[in-house]
């Protein structure tokens, strides 16, 4: 077993992180709903397929995280740093987005309903396929690429809501 994987297809919901470096390390298939790692640096780490719900990133930075698949309802991303994050297909239904970078992001096909992206940088970010059902998009930044990505009704709301870049 590489080092890195301790943590794969684990129960982690009662695990403090506060000493451990979570840089790099492998947690997909892992259950981490509800766990608290505000304010850490977690890039190059890969959460595909976690469960992630409720759990708090906020102030976190995720630079290059995979995130494919994981569900992420109810989780606190608030100005996070998701800088060139996959995050297709995640479900993040209800979660709190407020001041997030998703510079380069690619959420296709992720569900996006009820989240709240105020403030939020989606410079380059991919929509293709994505869900936006009461999605809260005020003072949004965006790019044309970004819009292009986006279809339906979301389009329209970006449009008045955002600022384009």
Same mark, same amino acid.
């Given at each position: 077993m590489n080092a890195s994987d301790i943590f794969r297809k684990r129960d982690l919901t009662k695990v403090n992180f506060d000493y451990e470096d979570l840089v790099g390390r492998n947690?997909?298939?892992?259950?981490?709903?509800?766990?608290?790692l505000k304010n850490r640096d977690i890039h190059n780490a890969n959460l595909s397929c976690a469960d992630l719900r409720g759990a #708090? /990133? %906020?102030?976190?930075?995720?630079?290059?995280?995979? !995130? $494919?698949?994981a569900d992420m309802r109810d989780a606190n991303l608030s100005n996070a740093k998701l800088w060139d994050a996959e995050m297709y297909g995640v479900d993040l239904r209800g979660a709190d987005m407020n001041g997030a970078d998703l510079?380069?992001?690619?959420?296709r096909n992720? #569900? /996006? %309903?009820?989240?709240?992206m105020s403030g939020v940088n !989606? $410079?380059?970010?991919?929509?293709?396929?994505a869900v936006f059902t009461s999605s809260d998009f005020t003072n949004a930044n965006y790019d044309v690429h970004t819009?292009?990505?986006?279809?339906?009704?979301a389009k329209p709301i970006l449009k008045k809501k955002g600022r384009l870049w």
């Open positions: 947690f997909s298939d892992s259950n981490m709903s509800g766990v608290n #708090d /990133l %906020s102030d976190s930075i995720l630079f290059y995280v995979k !995130l $494919r698949g510079f380069y992001t690619d959420l992720a #569900d /996006l %309903s009820n989240v709240n !989606l $410079r380059h970010t991919n929509f293709e396929g819009l292009d990505t986006i279809s339906g009704h």
